[in-house]
């Protein structure tokens, strides 16, 4: 779950970062537009929550070159500007929500989730492998309905890992899923989290859900 | 002076409108006369003898008809001057119509001029302008509350943001970052509010009225050490050069505002390393003198400069993305020196060196 924030605000980027990060989102954060773009070409996000007053370049700029990419990046606009005419504007450009602020921290985290199930085309907020359950707007595990205490990586991983069952990811692909760009882990942190993840599953009773494919990653199958 | 005007040009035009029914009258009733006396006159005095009876007649036939002439004049002037009178306030009535449709809620149309008199055009005219002049008023206004609700939207999100993201923080470090910056958020959108509502409250004449002795040394330094509370790191980068002792004839709660948010601007907007210069230039008769405000400003253009004066005007970088700053600070500087009468001056030096200048305080 990879998200980049486009916000020029300096404080509310970094509680915002803060936050997210600590839910276990990966998130990057580009204070204008002209950087918002830059990182859109180099990496592929689920979400992108957008900012329209920016520097260099404004925010319904970003949006019009992002859908002119063909990008699948679900974009949530967070905006002071209130007017109907702006609300429009960004929808009609390709924004998949609008956010006025101030907002609800808890709310953005929900619309962020229900724009990350649209971009898997999921109706539900739950993900299920036998007795595992996934709850994706509670960010909960549970194991025949008792909760598997898992920590905010460990489950972005899992939920990375069930959301494309039967699809391999490298180290690399998962780290670039679980961190932001600025981290200081190396990869080689994926194979310690699945290590982990791994002992809980097993202890609750799921073994062998994750498999190691040799060259190709890891996968849920 | 409407009612003079509508008295006029009512007399007027029913004195041209008797005047034309009169006249049309009397031609139509003088060619019927004329041929009635010539016809009988041919039939009764062709014969060899004349007939009383017939001359009676004939003499009450012309009665008939002078009466006859004079009801059909008068019919003629009342129904002239009643068409010409209503199609002389026709133009009126749209004029009052397009008056009664002028709504609050709705957009202000201006009157239609079609046909209106001349004498009352200029009044319509001037209608028109003040429609126009309260139509863009509006606007404005409309344009400004948008504007403030925005930039002030912003401050209040990060507040929000921080309270709810704070409150999730267990270790007391990342907590007391949180409180710091909802702190720091709070001075920043208590800064927009109490800028604009100086400029708000500040009315030219009472303000004038009421300048009083103040000392721009002491000024200086309240201002400071105030500021030195809420941004100490940029606090230290301030350097004052104001003679002790330096009385002047001005409003100190104006005065402090306008240095703040000149102070605030060149810590905002200006390089984060350089020093910030207050200076005092008395004045050539030391009747007067200017307070000077200098900074590094790399990423300005002299371009620019018309525009720093602008309200909620935001200059796009062109080096690094410039994260703070609501284009409020010389905007509420310019308005304040227009109520104390002072002269702002701005210039942009070959080394990007921001000036600003407020000339023409009074000495004491």
């Known amino acids: ?221 | 002076m409407f009612r003079d005007w509508a008295r006029h040009s009512l007399q007027r035009r029913l004195q041209v409108s008797l005047l034309l029914g009169v006249g049309l009258s009397l031609a139509a009733f003088q060619i019927v006369v004329d041929r009635l006396v010539d016809r009988y006159i041919e039939r009764s005095f062709t014969g060899p003898s004349v007939d009383l009876a017939q001359r009676d007649r004939l003499l009450r036939e012309v009665d008939f008809v002078l009466l006859g002439g004079v009801v059909t004049v008068l019919g003629v002037c009342a129904l002239v001057t009643v068409l010409s009178v209503r199609r002389g306030l026709k133009p009126l009535e749209r004029v009052a119509n397009a008056s009664q449709e002028i709504s609050v809620d709705q957009p202000v149309q201006a009157l239609p001029l079609n046909g209106v008199p001349a004498e009352i055009q200029p009044l319509c005219d001037r209608f028109n302008q003040l429609i126009e002049r309260l139509t863009t008023a509006l606007e404005h206004e409309r344009r400004f509350s948008a504007d403030l609700a925005h930039e002030l939207r912003t401050p209040l999100a990060e507040i929000r943001t921080l309270g709810e993201a704070g409150g999730a923080r267990q270790d007391v470090a990342g907590l007391q970052e949180f409180l710091r910056q909802t702190a720091a958020a709070a001075i920043g959108m208590q800064s927009v509010i109490e800028s604009l509502l100086a400029v708000a409250r500040a009315d030219r004449a009472a303000v004038q009225q009421a300048l009083e002795p103040m000392s721009v040394g002491a000024a200086v330094r309240a201002r400071l050490e105030r500021l030195s509370v809420t941004a100490p790191e940029d606090c230290s980068r301030i350097v004052a050069r104001v003679p002790q002792g330096l009385w002047i004839q001005s409003d100190p709660r104006l005065f402090d505002a306008m240095l703040l948010n000149l102070l605030t601007n060149a810590i905002q907007h200006g390089d984060p390393q350089a020093l910030i210069e207050i200076d005092w230039l008395p004045g050539g008769s030391g009747a007067s003198g200017a307070l000077q405000v200098r900074n590094a400003a790399p990423e300005l253009a002299r371009d620019d400069l018309p525009h720093l004066t602008d309200r909620f005007w935001r200059r796009i970088p062109r080096g690094e993305a410039d994260t703070s700053g609501l284009g409020l600070g010389l905007w509420v500087v310019g308005s304040l020196c227009r109520v104390l009468e002072l002269t702002l001056a701005l210039d942009l030096d070959e080394m990007r060196r921001l000036t600003v200048r407020l000339a023409g305080f009074r000495a004491l």
């Open chain 1, 1 to 221: 779950m990879k998200l980049l924030l486009v916000e020029d605000s300096v404080r509310l980027s970094g509680a915002l970062t803060s936050d997210l990060c600590r839910e276990g989102f990966a998130v990057d954060h580009a204070a204008d537009g002209l950087t918002a773009l830059r990182q859109l070409e180099a990496h592929e996000y689920d979400v992108m929550i957008l900012d329209l007053m920016l520097p260099r370049i404004g925010g319904l700029e970003v949006l019009r070159a992002l859908r002119a990419s063909q990008a699948p990046t679900r974009v949530l606009v967070l905006s002071a500007r209130d007017q109907i005419e702006d609300r429009v504007t960004a929808l009609n450009l390709g924004a998949d929500d609008y956010l006025v602020k101030p907002f609800d921290l808890s709310e953005l985290k929900a619309r962020t989730l229900a724009l990350l199930r649209r971009r898997y085309g999921e109706t539900s907020g739950v993900l299920s492998h036998g007795e595992l359950t996934l709850d994706t707007n509670a960010r909960l595990a549970t194991v025949q309905g008792s909760p598997l205490p898992l920590s905010p990586k460990e489950y972005a991983l899992l939920e990375t890992l069930l959301r494309h069952r039967g699809k391999s990811f490298t180290r690399v692909a998962l780290f670039e899923q679980l961190y932001d760009g600025l981290s200081d882990a190396s990869d080689a942190v994926v194979a310690v989290i699945v290590s982990t993840l791994r002992t809980k599953l097993a202890s609750a009773g799921v073994d062998a859900l994750i498999e190691t494919r040799r060259g190709f990653g890891y996968r849920v199958p």
